[in-house]
């Protein structure tokens, strides 16, 4: 499944049915882990719920106000690791990486900022089983889109 | 009442798009006509339910109807009508609400009494052909981004500034929330209609909470003008782009009205926008406390 990735770039009918249909767009009601990346400069934000058993994501809901980028990339990648092993899950998000160092500065942000909440919520569940309090686990992105001049 | 709210929202989006979606411009103008009423709707229950003390949100749960003939679509927005009937208050607006709806009714009904409105819908076909005109893939390309990026900022910006205008005392804030709110409108049905055109129309995402709570008015309106700039600067990018001489008029237009919106934000920065508490019922000291990476 991982090779069918394809960096949003240009348009084709699969970005376009991403963007006419997001997919896993929205909220969890009761979720096991609850995370945000922010770019605080821009005001940007991705959050990601999720619902696992600590092995396997059951489920999971991402939302963001951030471009039609990130839209593409969440509705992706959470279309590929929903019902699989949490292992597949951490292997993917280092090979959609490999495979977005060939894309635009912008995209790798908005990349990132996805696979960051997806990290975050998995923080969040973790935190939640080891006992701490916690309603939702922020990450502050460093690198932010208003840096970048094509967007 | 938030259900009420919730559904209202929803019938507010099915009748615009619903408008957007048909060809015959008579028809269109009508029911767009009829999607203002329903958003004023929307405005008079928000007043109403924080003034009972209660809250509501932007949660959603509609599809869009996506249908091949403009009677198929009439029908479906006719059973969105009939099911919201019972649902409103017995009060003034309630009533107010159920006459507005029984007139759309019967207009919707008038139209399915006669065959020759029966026309093909194109606004899902996702041909990606713009009328006439001779765009390259290229310049289609960009403007399906620009179009699926500003639509869902236009509504967003919507529902944002009705949310604060629901919640300010400041009779300046308020205006500039009204005259933007309406800007918004207009944008969103100039970027629907074309979205059609294109046979690409599909609903903005949904609004996260996080997008509207407001908990610092002054760095939302700053962020807001960046955005305002930046979109300025994908009209002018589309404008040069887009060799045609009708549309680049056009987003040359959209563009000088960002540039207003802009100037009315400024003068939100200059009302007195440190009483933002009012606007927020998230905790976000707590809320902020993350780890950098």
């Known amino acids: 499944m991982l090779e069918n990735i394809q960096v949003p770039e240009g348009m084709n009918p699969e970005i376009l049915e991403h963007l006419m249909n997001p997919q896993n767009y929205g909220k969890l009601d009761a979720p096991s882990g609850v995370g945000v990346a922010v770019d605080e400069k821009s005001g940007e934000y991705v959050i990601f719920y999720v619902q696992t058993d600590g092995k396997i994501i059951d489920d999971l809901r991402f939302a963001t106000n951030g471009c039609q980028d990130t839209v593409v990339v969440g509705s992706m990648f959470t279309q590929m690791i929903k019902g699989d092993a949490i292992e597949y899950a951490q292997a993917s998000i280092q090979k959609l990486n490999d495979k977005l160092s060939g894309a635009s500065a912008q995209q790798q942000i908005c990349a990132d900022m996805v696979l960051s909440a997806f990290i975050a919520a998995m923080q969040n569940y973790e935190n939640l089983q080891n006992g701490k309090t916690e309603e939702m686990h922020v990450l502050k992105m460093k690198e932010s889109c208003e840096n970048e001049s094509d967007i | 009442m938030n259900q009420i709210y919730k559904q209202k929202h929803e019938l507010w989006l099915a009748i615009a798009f619903t408008s ?26 928000s007043s109403e339910l924080l003034l009972a003390g209660e809250n509501y949100n932007y949660d959603r749960e509609m599809q869009l109807c996506k249908k091949e003939s403009l009677f198929e679509l009439i029908e479906d927005l006719k059973i969105k009508v009939e099911a919201i009937q019972n649902h409103y208050p017995h009060t003034r607006l309630g009533s107010r609400c159920r006459s507005d709806d029984a007139y759309l009714l019967e207009y ?23 009328e006439e005109k001779n765009l390259s893939k290229e310049q289609i390309d960009a403007l399906t981004l620009f179009l699926f ?19 300010t005392d400041d009779v300046l804030q308020f205006s500039v929330f009204e005259d933007l709110i309406a800007e918004s409108h207009f944008h969103l049905k100039s970027f629907g209609n074309m979205m059609a055109k294109l046979g690409i129309l599909a609903l903005p995402r949904e609004l996260h909470e996080m997008s509207y709570v407001i908990h610092d008015l002054e760095k939302f309106v700053r962020n807001g003008i960046a955005e305002e700039e930046a979109a300025k600067e994908m009209c002018r990018e589309l404008s040069s782009k887009i060799k045609d001489e009708e549309l680049s008029k056009f987003f040359d237009f959209i563009n000088e009205q960002e540039s207003y919106h802009i100037a009315l934000m400024q003068r939100l920065l200059e009302t007195d926008i440190s009483n933002e508490a009012a606007m927020t019922n998230l905790d976000f000291d707590e809320f902020w406390s993350g780890v950098d990476i």
């Open chain 2, 20 to 45: 957007f979606a048909i060809n015959d411009e008579k028809i269109k103008s009508k029911l767009y006509d009829f999607s203002q009423i329903a958003f004023r709707h929307m405005k008079w229950i």
């Open chain 2, 108 to 130: 919707l009904t008038s139209l399915l009494g006669n065959e020759q409105n029966n026309h093909p819908i194109t606004a899902f076909n996702r041909e990606c052909i713009y």
């Open chain 2, 149 to 167: 990026e500003e639509s869902y900022k236009e509504y967003e910006l919507v529902l944002v500034y009705a949310y604060m205008q629901a919640r």
